[in-house]
Protein backbone atom coordinates (compact mmCIF):
# COMPACT_ATOMS: atom_id res chain seq x y z
CA UNK A 1 0.00 0.00 0.00
CA UNK A 2 2.49 2.63 0.71
CA UNK A 3 4.86 2.42 -1.99
CA UNK A 4 2.18 2.95 -4.23
CA UNK A 5 0.63 5.56 -2.15
CA UNK A 6 4.27 7.21 -2.16
CA UNK A 7 4.88 6.91 -5.91
CA UNK A 8 1.16 8.69 -6.46
CA UNK A 9 2.48 11.30 -4.51
CA UNK A 10 5.38 11.96 -6.28
CA UNK A 11 3.79 12.08 -9.36
CA UNK A 12 0.59 14.45 -7.80
CA UNK A 13 3.74 16.65 -5.85
CA UNK A 14 6.86 16.37 -7.50
CA UNK A 15 10.14 15.96 -5.74
CA UNK A 16 9.98 18.34 -2.62
CA UNK A 17 6.60 17.34 -1.67
CA UNK A 18 7.46 13.86 -1.27
CA UNK A 19 11.10 14.32 0.40
CA UNK A 20 9.58 15.90 3.13
CA UNK A 21 7.05 13.81 3.74
CA UNK A 22 9.41 11.10 3.67
CA UNK A 23 11.21 12.84 6.28
CA UNK A 24 8.73 13.19 8.26
CA UNK A 25 7.52 9.86 8.40
CA UNK A 26 10.88 8.63 9.33
CA UNK A 27 11.25 10.52 11.61
CA UNK A 28 8.24 9.82 13.06
CA UNK A 29 9.36 6.30 13.18
CA UNK A 30 12.65 7.49 14.73
CA UNK A 31 14.55 4.85 12.67
CA UNK A 32 17.50 7.02 12.79
CA UNK A 33 17.65 7.82 9.41
CA UNK A 34 16.73 10.75 6.72
CA UNK A 35 14.89 10.41 4.22
CA UNK A 36 15.69 7.16 2.70
CA UNK A 37 13.38 5.68 0.12
CA UNK A 38 10.43 3.65 1.06
CA UNK A 39 9.66 2.24 -2.32
CA UNK A 40 11.40 0.37 -4.70
CA UNK A 41 12.04 1.98 -8.58
CA UNK A 42 12.49 0.05 -11.93
CA UNK A 43 15.59 1.40 -12.62
CA UNK A 44 18.91 2.03 -10.50
CA UNK A 45 21.33 4.81 -12.03
CA UNK A 46 24.54 4.90 -9.84
CA UNK A 47 27.62 7.58 -10.08
CA UNK A 48 30.68 5.15 -9.85
CA UNK A 49 33.56 7.15 -7.71
CA UNK A 50 32.33 8.18 -3.89
CA UNK A 51 29.04 6.02 -5.04
CA UNK A 52 29.66 2.63 -5.85
CA UNK A 53 33.59 2.89 -5.34
CA UNK A 54 36.16 4.96 -3.59
CA UNK A 55 39.80 4.35 -5.70
CA UNK A 56 39.91 0.90 -6.11
CA UNK A 57 38.10 -0.58 -3.18
CA UNK A 58 34.27 -1.51 -3.31
CA UNK A 59 31.95 1.14 -0.94
CA UNK A 60 30.20 -0.71 2.07
CA UNK A 61 26.97 -2.23 1.11
CA UNK A 62 27.84 -1.53 -2.89
CA UNK A 63 27.86 -4.98 -3.58
CA UNK A 64 25.11 -6.29 -2.06
CA UNK A 65 22.87 -3.88 -3.06
CA UNK A 66 23.40 -4.56 -7.10
CA UNK A 67 23.72 -7.96 -6.72
CA UNK A 68 19.84 -7.81 -4.89
CA UNK A 69 18.66 -5.18 -7.48
CA UNK A 70 19.76 -7.37 -10.30
CA UNK A 71 18.16 -10.62 -8.64
CA UNK A 72 14.98 -8.31 -8.56
CA UNK A 73 14.80 -7.63 -12.12
CA UNK A 74 15.56 -3.95 -11.97
CA UNK A 75 17.59 -2.01 -14.28
CA UNK A 76 20.90 -0.95 -13.05
CA UNK A 77 23.09 1.84 -14.57
CA UNK A 78 26.44 2.75 -13.94
CA UNK A 79 26.99 5.99 -14.91
CA UNK A 80 30.75 8.06 -15.90
CA UNK A 81 31.60 11.59 -17.60
CA UNK A 82 35.34 10.18 -18.67
CA UNK A 83 35.26 9.65 -22.43
CA UNK A 84 39.07 7.98 -22.43
CA UNK A 85 37.43 4.91 -21.07
CA UNK A 86 34.72 2.71 -22.64
CA UNK A 87 32.06 0.46 -20.59
CA UNK A 88 34.19 -2.84 -21.34
CA UNK A 89 37.18 -1.32 -19.44
CA UNK A 90 34.88 0.10 -16.91
CA UNK A 91 33.36 -3.72 -16.55
CA UNK A 92 36.50 -4.49 -16.11
CA UNK A 93 37.17 -2.50 -13.34
CA UNK A 94 34.46 -3.12 -11.41
CA UNK A 95 34.94 -7.24 -12.46
CA UNK A 96 38.71 -7.00 -10.37
CA UNK A 97 37.20 -5.01 -7.68
CA UNK A 98 34.65 -8.11 -6.98
CA UNK A 99 31.16 -6.71 -9.05
CA UNK A 100 31.03 -8.75 -11.84
CA UNK A 101 29.06 -6.16 -14.25
CA UNK A 102 28.17 -6.27 -18.04
CA UNK A 103 29.10 -3.58 -20.47
CA UNK A 104 25.19 -3.65 -20.67
CA UNK A 105 25.00 -1.85 -17.91
CA UNK A 106 27.43 1.11 -17.98
CA UNK A 107 27.05 4.13 -19.79
CA UNK A 108 30.04 6.67 -20.27
CA UNK A 109 29.90 9.96 -22.50
CA UNK A 110 31.06 7.28 -25.16
CA UNK A 111 27.94 5.94 -25.08
CA UNK A 112 25.68 9.11 -24.46
CA UNK A 113 27.56 10.48 -27.27
CA UNK A 114 26.81 8.19 -29.73
CA UNK A 115 23.41 7.47 -28.96
CA UNK A 116 23.02 11.30 -29.10
CA UNK A 117 24.37 11.34 -33.07
CA UNK A 118 22.46 8.59 -33.72
CA UNK A 119 18.64 9.52 -31.87
CA UNK A 120 19.29 13.37 -33.14
CA UNK A 121 21.95 13.50 -36.05
CA UNK A 122 22.52 10.20 -37.60
CA UNK A 123 23.33 11.55 -41.01
CA UNK A 124 25.80 13.86 -39.83
CA UNK A 125 29.54 13.66 -40.68
CA UNK A 126 31.51 14.86 -37.38
CA UNK A 127 35.19 15.33 -36.11
CA UNK A 128 36.05 13.83 -32.88
CA UNK A 129 38.99 15.66 -30.82
CA UNK A 130 38.89 12.64 -28.77
CA UNK A 131 41.29 9.43 -27.60
CA UNK A 132 40.19 5.77 -29.16
CA UNK A 133 36.99 4.50 -27.39
CA UNK A 134 35.02 7.60 -28.89
CA UNK A 135 36.32 7.01 -32.08
CA UNK A 136 35.93 3.27 -32.43
CA UNK A 137 32.40 3.48 -30.87
CA UNK A 138 31.22 6.08 -33.51
CA UNK A 139 32.83 3.77 -36.13
CA UNK A 140 30.51 0.84 -34.88
CA UNK A 141 27.50 2.50 -34.78
CA UNK A 142 28.39 3.90 -38.35
CA UNK A 143 28.87 7.25 -37.93
CA UNK A 144 30.37 9.18 -40.74
CA UNK A 145 34.11 10.64 -39.29
CA UNK A 146 35.79 13.07 -41.19
CA UNK A 147 39.22 15.62 -40.86
CA UNK A 148 37.85 17.79 -44.01
CA UNK A 149 36.58 20.84 -42.51
CA UNK A 150 34.61 21.67 -45.58
CA UNK A 151 32.52 18.41 -44.94
CA UNK A 152 32.17 18.16 -40.82
CA UNK A 153 28.83 19.04 -39.42
CA UNK A 154 29.40 18.65 -35.94
CA UNK A 155 32.94 19.27 -34.15
CA UNK A 156 32.77 16.76 -30.79
CA UNK A 157 35.15 18.28 -28.48
CA UNK A 158 36.33 15.77 -25.79
CA UNK A 159 38.98 14.99 -23.36
CA UNK A 160 41.75 14.29 -25.57
CA UNK A 161 45.41 13.64 -24.53
CA UNK A 162 46.41 13.37 -28.31
CA UNK A 163 45.39 17.09 -28.64
CA UNK A 164 47.36 19.47 -30.71
CA UNK A 165 47.16 22.29 -32.90
CA UNK A 166 46.70 20.08 -36.14
CA UNK A 167 43.37 19.61 -34.51
CA UNK A 168 42.20 22.70 -33.25
CA UNK A 169 42.95 24.23 -36.90
CA UNK A 170 40.50 21.34 -38.47
CA UNK A 171 37.69 22.68 -35.90
CA UNK A 172 38.78 26.35 -36.78
CA UNK A 173 38.54 26.08 -40.57
CA UNK A 174 35.03 24.13 -39.81
CA UNK A 175 33.23 26.30 -37.84
CA UNK A 176 34.82 29.60 -38.46
CA UNK A 177 36.42 29.41 -42.09
CA UNK A 178 33.42 27.59 -43.55
CA UNK A 179 31.25 28.36 -41.00
CA UNK A 180 29.23 25.17 -41.12
CA UNK A 181 29.43 22.79 -38.12
CA UNK A 182 28.61 22.73 -34.69
CA UNK A 183 30.40 22.69 -31.61
CA UNK A 184 29.40 19.81 -28.79
CA UNK A 185 31.06 18.47 -26.27
CA UNK A 186 30.95 14.96 -24.53
CA UNK A 187 31.30 16.19 -21.19
CA UNK A 188 32.11 19.45 -18.77
CA UNK A 189 34.53 18.83 -16.34
CA UNK A 190 37.93 21.26 -16.65
CA UNK A 191 39.66 18.59 -15.42
CA UNK A 192 40.02 15.50 -14.21
CA UNK A 193 41.07 14.91 -10.65
CA UNK A 194 43.74 12.29 -9.70
CA UNK A 195 44.18 10.93 -6.08
CA UNK A 196 46.67 12.70 -4.06
CA UNK A 197 45.50 16.15 -5.36
CA UNK A 198 47.09 16.22 -8.79
CA UNK A 199 44.87 15.70 -12.35
CA UNK A 200 44.61 16.57 -16.13
CA UNK A 201 43.09 19.16 -18.30
CA UNK A 202 39.44 17.85 -19.10
CA UNK A 203 37.21 18.40 -22.25
CA UNK A 204 36.32 22.06 -21.12
CA UNK A 205 39.83 22.54 -21.95
CA UNK A 206 39.39 21.35 -25.77
CA UNK A 207 36.12 23.63 -25.66
CA UNK A 208 37.63 26.44 -24.22
CA UNK A 209 40.35 26.47 -26.82
CA UNK A 210 37.82 26.09 -30.18
CA UNK A 211 35.51 28.88 -28.64
CA UNK A 212 38.04 31.37 -27.87
CA UNK A 213 39.29 30.88 -31.71
CA UNK A 214 36.31 30.46 -33.42
CA UNK A 215 33.95 33.21 -31.24
CA UNK A 216 31.25 29.65 -31.51
CA UNK A 217 29.73 28.50 -28.32
CA UNK A 218 29.33 24.80 -27.77
CA UNK A 219 25.61 24.16 -28.02
CA UNK A 220 25.40 20.52 -26.66
CA UNK A 221 26.78 18.66 -23.64
CA UNK A 222 26.42 15.22 -23.52
CA UNK A 223 27.64 14.32 -19.59
CA UNK A 224 26.65 15.02 -16.10
CA UNK A 225 25.34 17.73 -15.31
CA UNK A 226 23.28 18.07 -18.72
CA UNK A 227 19.62 16.01 -18.30
CA UNK A 228 20.68 15.13 -21.94
CA UNK A 229 22.92 12.40 -20.51
CA UNK A 230 19.56 10.89 -18.16
CA UNK A 231 17.39 11.01 -21.19
CA UNK A 232 19.74 9.70 -23.30
CA UNK A 233 19.68 6.78 -20.61
CA UNK A 234 15.94 6.57 -20.34
CA UNK A 235 15.67 5.98 -24.17
CA UNK A 236 18.28 3.63 -24.00
CA UNK A 237 16.72 1.65 -21.58
CA UNK A 238 12.61 2.12 -22.28
CA UNK A 239 11.86 3.49 -18.69
CA UNK A 240 10.65 7.15 -17.97
CA UNK A 241 12.69 9.39 -15.53
CA UNK A 242 9.60 8.89 -12.56
CA UNK A 243 10.44 5.19 -12.71
CA UNK A 244 14.23 5.64 -11.69
CA UNK A 245 16.11 6.85 -8.49
CA UNK A 246 19.57 7.87 -9.74
CA UNK A 247 22.19 8.00 -6.73
CA UNK A 248 25.16 9.55 -6.62
CA UNK A 249 28.08 12.07 -4.45
CA UNK A 250 27.83 15.33 -5.78
CA UNK A 251 24.79 17.77 -5.49
CA UNK A 252 26.27 19.59 -8.89
CA UNK A 253 26.60 16.45 -10.57
CA UNK A 254 24.10 13.53 -10.34
CA UNK A 255 21.80 15.54 -8.10
CA UNK A 256 21.71 18.48 -10.32
CA UNK A 257 21.13 16.45 -13.17
CA UNK A 258 18.10 14.23 -11.87
CA UNK A 259 16.10 17.20 -10.82
CA UNK A 260 16.73 18.98 -14.19
CA UNK A 261 15.37 15.59 -15.55
CA UNK A 262 12.73 14.87 -13.08
CA UNK A 263 14.13 11.80 -11.77
CA UNK A 264 14.16 11.10 -7.93
CA UNK A 265 17.77 11.55 -6.42
CA UNK A 266 19.75 10.08 -3.61
CA UNK A 267 22.68 11.48 -2.49
CA UNK A 268 24.86 9.24 -0.81
CA UNK A 269 27.49 11.06 2.26
CA UNK A 270 30.46 8.30 1.06
CA UNK A 271 32.13 10.58 -1.54
CA UNK A 272 32.20 14.33 -1.60
CA UNK A 273 29.13 15.97 0.02
CA UNK A 274 29.49 15.67 3.75
CA UNK A 275 25.92 16.01 6.20
CA UNK A 276 27.07 19.52 6.93
CA UNK A 277 27.45 20.90 3.62
CA UNK A 278 23.68 19.45 3.07
CA UNK A 279 22.47 21.14 6.35
CA UNK A 280 23.51 24.50 4.57
CA UNK A 281 22.52 23.81 1.34
CA UNK A 282 19.59 25.50 -0.09
CA UNK A 283 16.33 23.42 -0.62
CA UNK A 284 16.33 24.02 -4.51
CA UNK A 285 19.79 22.11 -4.61
CA UNK A 286 18.54 18.85 -1.94
CA UNK A 287 17.71 15.11 -3.52
CA UNK A 288 14.81 13.37 -2.32
CA UNK A 289 16.64 11.24 -0.27
CA UNK A 290 19.85 11.44 1.69
CA UNK A 291 21.81 7.86 2.64
CA UNK A 292 24.49 6.88 4.84
CA UNK A 293 25.70 4.33 2.64
CA UNK A 294 24.25 2.81 -0.94
CA UNK A 295 22.77 0.34 0.27
CA UNK A 296 20.31 2.17 2.32
CA UNK A 297 18.13 2.48 -1.28
CA UNK A 298 16.38 -0.89 -0.40
CA UNK A 299 13.56 0.74 1.98
CA UNK A 300 13.99 -0.59 5.39
CA UNK A 301 11.32 -2.99 5.63
CA UNK A 302 12.29 -5.27 2.72
CA UNK A 303 16.04 -5.44 5.21
CA UNK A 304 14.09 -7.94 7.03
CA UNK A 305 12.61 -9.48 4.64
CA UNK A 306 16.18 -10.31 2.69
CA UNK A 307 18.11 -10.58 6.51
CA UNK A 308 19.98 -7.61 6.13
CA UNK A 309 21.43 -5.93 9.17
CA UNK A 310 23.32 -2.57 9.66
CA UNK A 311 26.73 -2.17 8.75
CA UNK A 312 27.49 -5.40 6.50
MG1 LIG B 1 31.15 10.64 -7.79
Not at 34 to 49: I, N, T
Not at 166 to 185: E, H, N, P, S
Not at 269 to 288: I, Q, R, V
Amino acid sequence: MLPFLVGNLRVLTGGRGLRNRVVQSSEAESSGERGVPERLYAGYVFDLDGTIYLGDELLPGAERLVLKLRELEKRVIFLSNNPTKDPKMYAEKLGKLGLETPESEIVNTVVTMTQWLLQNHPDATVFPISEEPLKRALAEAGIRMSEDPEEIDIVIASYDRGFEYRKLQIAFDAIWFYGRAMLVTTNPDRYCPFPGGRGEPDAAAIVGAIEACTGAECKVNVGKPDPIMLETIMGLIGLDAEECVIAGDRLYTEIRMARDAGMPSAVVLTGETTAEELEAEAEENLPDYTLERIDQLIPPDLWEEFGWEEGA
